[in-house]
């Protein structure tokens, strides 16, 4: 059984620019949640998608966007990047979105840096 | 609107002695509760979780934690440390119709041989 995985695993980018981060969830899960950690601190949940849908939103601003494809990979895209969203970029996968004690299963991250 | 917060930013304890991670949460409803850890390069693994029923929990690689509704509190223990036991500890909760998890700051554990 393939566990979750992200790429890339880092990533350097210039204020400004845009950026897409892939997430691909463990098998026979359809619900994948995002989370931003920045240093030093505890993850930071940005949203959830269940079955292709967004199923909720912590509060990040509408620049932070994503998509849930068909075979239930995520990405997550962030517009205009600034200096404070250089961070660690964690996916979960979990089973049915809406129990929210289903236990989540999270990828290694990927690291941004924003010079 | 729910908080964690986990006192101690670094917790340092020789090999072989107990382990003591504290986490205090604020829920309006019965929340269920987690607690994480985090190797270096490493996404988050689950150790262990509260929902209902036991207020002891049992988790993975010796650790357990007890709910205490009346403390509000999910504290983490182990009665040995090992050197493995170096990581990154994060305490979360949740409540049951929301689709997220509340993290606390982290607590980083240290263990001197």
């Known amino acids: 059984e393939t566990g979750v995985t992200q790429s890339p695993t880092h990533l350097i980018k210039t204020r400004g620019q845009q950026v897409t981060l892939r997430c691909s969830s463990q098998s026979g899960h359809n619900t994948v949640s995002w989370y931003q950690q920045a240093l030093g601190q505890g993850p930071q949940f940005i949203f959830q998608y269940y079955r292709e849908e967004e199923n909720g939103r912590g509060n990040f601003p509408p620049r932070f966007s994503g998509l849930q494809f068909p075979n239930y990979s995520s990405e997550l895209n962030v517009n205009a990047l600034e200096l404070d969203d250089s961070a660690l970029y964690l996916c979960?996968?979990?089973?049915?979105?809406?129990?929210?004690?289903?236990?989540?299963?999270f990828g290694p991250g990927t690291r941004l840096t924003v010079l | 609107a729910q908080s964690v917060t986990q006192l101690g930013s670094h917790v340092s304890v020789s090999e072989g002695a107990l382990v003591l991670l504290r986490c205090n949460y604020s829920s309006s409803v019965p929340p269920y509760l987690f607690w994480y850890v985090q190797y270096p390069n490493q996404g988050l693994q689950l150790l262990l979780k509260y929902t209902t029923g036991a207020t002891l929990v049992k988790g993975i690689n010796g650790f357990e934690a007890e709910f205490k509704k009346s403390e509000t509190s999910f504290h983490l223990t182990k009665p040995s440390a090992h050197m493995s036991d170096a990581a990154e500890y994060f305490c979360a909760v949740s409540e049951d119709s929301s689709y997220k998890l509340i993290f606390g700051s982290g607590t980083r554990l240290l263990v001197r041989p």
């Open positions: 979960a996968s979990s089973t049915e979105g809406i129990r929210s004690y289903n236990e989540q299963f």
